[in-house]
Every structure is written in structure tokens, then in C-alpha cells.
């Protein structure tokens, strides 16, 4: 799945909105599974700060703090969001915008909420190369 690119306009409407709406219940079985989520991976280099967004082939939302970033030619990068955020790992998609043609880890993603609307904007931290477990 390829990350959902939103307008300058949407990702300001999103400092109105805290959060994406959820009922407890949900929330709650979203966290008690949320670890179990995040597959093993052994680092296969050094962090770098930025990845090409035209190389971005899929991403892959485990938790509220982590993205695999998976890359043409099958290279994945794993990047820990420095915080958690709230509703990624719920809702599994979030957007971003960048003039560079790179996704840096002093960008943001945006969470994308059903139905439709912006949710939480978070920063991203270094985007670590990994290889996963079973692969």
C-alpha cells in the first residue's frame, strides 16, 4: 500500500482534530494486540535521515510507533517513531508532504481516519535498513 498524500489544507485542518474516534473497546484491543505486531528484524546497516519517495513500493503500519518503509528492490527501512501515534496502528495509513522528493525524519505523517478526515500529525525518527525475520 502505498502512503495516501493529503493537501497542505487537510493537514492543517488536522491540528483540530486531537484524535481519530474510536470507542473504548476498540482502543482497548487495539493495544492489547499492538506488540504482538511488530515482526522481528536484525539491522543491516546504518540509519540514514531520508529515503526517495518515488523508491517507496509499500509501507507497512505496526503499532502506534512503527513503519516499515518497503523499498523497489524489496529493502525495507524500518523507522521508530520517536513518540507514539495515536490511532496509526488502528487505522493503518497515514499521509505526508514533502517538495523534495525525499521523506526525512524531520517530516511528519499524518494519521488518516475513517471516515474520511485527518487525525494526529507525528514526526518521524531515522529510517534504519533492516532485514526481516523470514524473509
Known amino acids: 500500500m502505498r502512503p495516501i498524500l493529503i493537501a497542505p489544507a487537510a493537514i492543517a485542518a488536522s491540528a483540530a482534530l486531537a484524535a481519530c474516534a474510536t470507542t473504548p473497546e476498540e482502543r482497548s484491543a487495539y493495544e492489547a494486540s499492538e506488540a504482538a505486531k511488530v515482526p522481528a528484524a536484525t539491522p543491516t546497516g546504518e540509519a540514514v535521515s531520508c529515503i526517495q519517495t518515488n523508491r517507496i513500493r509499500e509501507t507497512r503500519v505496526h503499532g502506534d510507533s512503527v513503519i516499515d518503509f518497503v523499498m523497489d528492490g524489496g529493502r525495507v527501512y524500518r523507522n521508530r517513531l520517536p513518540n507514539r501515534c495515536s490511532g496509526l496502528g488502528f487505522e493503518e495509513r497515514f499521509g505526508y508532504e514533502t517538495h523534495i522528493g525525499q521523506l526525512c525524519s ?30
Open 106 to 135: 524531520t517530516d511528519t505523517i499524518t494519521v488518516l481516519c475513517s471516515p474520511p478526515q485527518p487525525g494526529p500529525t507525528c514526526g518521524l525518527g531515522e529510517f534504519q535498513p533492516v532485514e526481516l525475520a523470514g524473509d
